[in-house]
């Protein structure tokens, strides 16, 4: 079974701090893909990559940067917090068939 | 035209019937769709994937797949409480790896 780890299920953060959100993939994909699902607007892409140090921006990068140093592990990075970023942040591996881990509820106070 | 539309719900189904959620995308190059089901406050799981026109059965889930009228719809038989959820349709689009995901259908199973 394709297995998609998330750093932290929960998060609290205060307004400005930097944040990095973790996730690590056991399946050897090549694409992995960082969301934000927030209610009535449905999953939203931010970035994706296509390999090692490869990324491209989503529909919502304003505000994150990403980084892929190895190809199990992508990372979402939020440079300074803002409240407008609380959202449930769910990571994503595979082509075509995308599979989720299970998400990071991020809250910026 | 959006990419992927869905009826939001939510839509209430007792239990033992059919449950049938239906999708329409507007890239007619598509070539595989994807239905996804999330519980409430947890990750989309994989749940059906077609490719060719027809139906594709797995267990009680059926996936209904028509090209030529753009829409993709997917019938759970003797649905259970433990199906009420929110049932997410994706497409990928022709021309890049990205999937497009409809904003889903919450689905209630009524005891």
């Known amino acids: 079974d394709v297995k998609v780890t998330q750093s932290s299920r929960y998060l609290v953060k205060r307004t400005g701090e930097k944040v990095f959100l973790e996730c690590v993939q056991d399946?050897?994909?090549?694409?992995m893909f960082w969301y934000r699902q927030d209610p009535g607007l449905g999953l939203r892409l931010i970035y994706f990559s296509y390999d090692v140090k490869m990324k491209e921006k989503g529909d919502i990068p304003e505000g994150y940067s990403v980084s892929r140093e190895k190809k199990e592990r992508f990372s979402l990075i939020l440079e300074s917090a803002s409240t407008n970023q609380t959202s449930m942040y769910l990571c994503a591996s595979g082509v075509n068939e995308q599979f989720f881990g299970p998400g990071t509820r991020l809250t910026v106070l | 035209q959006k990419e992927v539309e869905q009826n939001s719900g939510p839509l209430s189904v007792p239990e033992g019937a059919i449950a049938s959620l239906n999708c329409t995308y507007s890239?007619?190059?598509?070539?595989?769709f994807f239905w996804y089901r999330q519980y409430s406050g947890k990750s989309p799981e994989l749940i059906m994937s077609?490719?060719?026109?027809g139906d594709k059965e797995d267990g009680r889930f059926t996936a209904q797949l028509n090209k030529a009228s753009q829409y993709v719809s997917l019938l759970i038989r003797d649905s259970q409480p433990s199906d009420s959820a929110t049932y997410l349709c994706?497409?990928?689009?022709?021309?890049?790896?990205?999937?497009?995901f409809g904003k889903g259908t919450r689905l209630h199973i009524l005891p």
């Open positions: 077609i490719y060719s026109n």
């Open positions: 399946m050897d994909h090549e694409n």
């Open positions: 994706a497409v990928p689009r022709g021309r890049d790896d990205k999937i497009i």
């Open positions: 890239d007619r190059g598509s070539q595989s």
